[in-house]
């Protein structure tokens, strides 16, 4: 039987201390705000944005939207992050992206102030990331891309052994695939990074221990369906499978980068979209914007 990894008791857990955090705040007149920068109204950034305002608003979180025209220059968007990081009562920042073509995400991703960086994006705290051997979830003095931490919350808080394991990430992606390479390989596990170009990924996948499906794999199947691509080729028993892919089908429902019916029955441990990483992922940043309030 395969056992379902829900995001949920986690969620809950952060919520309560969370609550409590914010409301130590409020005695010294202090209120955490994350600021949202959106360029443009791409669907996927207003879904996730309407994720990250009602869960803020559960945990006593102020959110302050910064919504730029899709043709909005370059010049532009750094003095709104600029603007962000002078704004002694902005304590997070978080940029969405990608941003549209022709503007320099990186330049702007750097720009934003290393101790309102909520989501670990810029390359001051990527250096931190890559450059520390052991990194402490619970006391790191940098802020760690909050999906990648997700992914590793979720391993811990089900206790799936990590040290000595093999992982396989498929992807490699700044936002996800590398971060959590080096989370799992400071975790003491053997890690592999595979990639587009990487030769017998089935293979690769089906031999780990602790699969990271992070690609944004999807596949029509024959019956005409979308599903998520890592198939059963890719999957053994005894797994544990973190599914980070974020796909819509036809009728508007969400699935991620593993095949259900495939994965149900046949590994040993699954997170669920949705239900698994996605809403732990969206906690971790409102902790991490309350732990900048705290550090101010
Ligand atoms: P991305 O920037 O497009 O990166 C995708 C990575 O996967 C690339 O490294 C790519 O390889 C690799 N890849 C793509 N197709 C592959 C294939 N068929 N076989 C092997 N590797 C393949 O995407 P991303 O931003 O990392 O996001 C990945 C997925 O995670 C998406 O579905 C996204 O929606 C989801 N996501 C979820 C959350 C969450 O909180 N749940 C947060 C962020 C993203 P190359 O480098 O060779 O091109």
Do not use: W
Not at 94 to 100: A, S, V
Not at 179 to 196: G, K, Q, R
């Amino acid at each position: 039987m395969t056992k379902l990894l829900f995001g949920k008791p986690i969620v809950d857990e952060m919520k309560a201390t969370q609550q409590l955090r914010a409301r130590k705040l409020a005695e010294t007149g202090t209120q955490p705000t994350l600021s949202i920068i959106r360029v443009g109204r791409r669907e996927d950034d207003l879904a996730y944005e309407g994720r990250v305002v009602r869960a803020a608003s559960g945990v006593g979180v102020c959110v302050l939207v910064a919504e730029l025209p899709a043709d909005v220059s370059q010049s532009t968007l750094l003095s709104v992050i600029e603007s962000s990081n002078a704004d002694s009562g902005v304590h997070g920042i978080l940029l969405f992206r990608p941003l549209p073509s022709g503007l320099d995400e990186d330049a702007a991703l750097d720009r934003i102030a290393a101790a309102k960086d909520v989501d670990g994006a810029s390359a001051v705290s990527m250096v931190n990331l890559y450059a520390e051997k052991k990194i402490n979830l619970e006391s790191a003095d940098f802020f760690l891309p909050c999906t990648a931490e997700a992914a590793l919350r979720i391993l811990k808080y089900y206790e799936v052994p990590i040290v000595g394991k093999k992982a396989v990430v498929i992807g490699r992606s700044t936002v996800i695939g590398k971060p959590v390479s080096m989370l799992l390989l400071s975790e003491n596990a053997t890690v592999t990074i595979a990639h587009s170009r990487s030769e017998g990924l089935a293979d690769l996948a089906a031999a780990a221990d602790i699969l990271i499906a992070c690609a944004g794999m999807s596949v029509r199947g024959a019956d005409g369906k979308l599903r998520g691509g890592v198939g059963e080729e890719y999957l053994s028993p005894n797994q544990t499978v973190i599914d980070v892919g974020i796909h819509v089908d036809d009728e508007g429902n969400l699935f991620g980068d593993v095949d259900r019916e495939a994965a149900d029955g046949l590994v040993s441990a699954l997170t669920p979209v949705p239900g698994g990483l996605g809403a732990v992922t969206t906690q971790i940043l409102l902790d991490h914007v309350i732990t900048a309030a705290e550090r101010i």
